[in-house]
């Protein structure tokens, strides 16, 4: 199985900074990497797939980047509405893991 | 858009069979897309279990695989989830999705809204 470490694990910001989380892959996976957001008893959406590609109607502060290895997602400029956990997920090959999550909390 | 709902009992006996569906609306269940499993137990992460092509064709988790199957009924537009000899460790909430390819992606774009499954006597 592909391993996914996703970092930080928790991270504490305030309305309007940048944030950025990282996934390493533990191979190559070109650029087949998922961003999804839960909310806590939500399911998560899809945010990014591709690594860069923004899913339609979801806010231009969020992108991604990446391949290979190494990704990240950055939201630019922190909403009310951005406080929530966040998982990635390789989908290059079966089975497709998710990083553990990152728990993104108001400061 | 596709809507995806999960059902099937809530609270299993421990060594029971936890069995789920996921009824497909708003969409074809045969069409190109692959319908998964996904669960979380209780304050943890996302598991990926496994997958169905309409064509019949699945891919499992290998660490589920003894103990999953996997099938999809197009008639009833219906896909479902099998797990036997369950134990405490396989509480979770159940997520059906639907998995799509897309040029250098596959992502799952539609989620259930995820079924809790608790394994007590």
Known sequence: DIEVTQSPSSLSASVGDRVTITCRASQRISTFLNWYQQKPGKAPKLLIYGASSLLSGVPARFSGSGSGTEFTLTISSLQPDDFATYHCQQSFSTPYTFGQGTKLEIK | ?121
């Open chain 2, 1 to 121: 858009h596709v809507q995806l709902q999960e059902s099937g009992p809530g609270l299993v006996r421990p060594s029971g069979t936890l069995s789920l569906t996921c009824a497909v609306s708003g969409g074809s269940i045969s069409d190109s897309n692959w319908w998964t499993w996904v669960r979380q137990p209780p304050g943890k992460g996302l598991e990926w279990i496994g997958e169905i092509y309409h064509s019949g064709t699945t891919s499992y988790n290998p660490s589920l695989s003894s103990r999953l199957t996997i099938s999809l009924d197009e008639s009833l537009k219906h896909f479902s989830l099998k797990l036997t000899s369950v134990t405490a460790a396989d509480t979770a909430v159940y997520y059906c999705v639907k998995t799509s390819g897309v040029p250098a992606a596959v992502l799952g774009d539609f989620w259930g809204q995820g079924a809790l499954v608790t394994v007590s006597s």
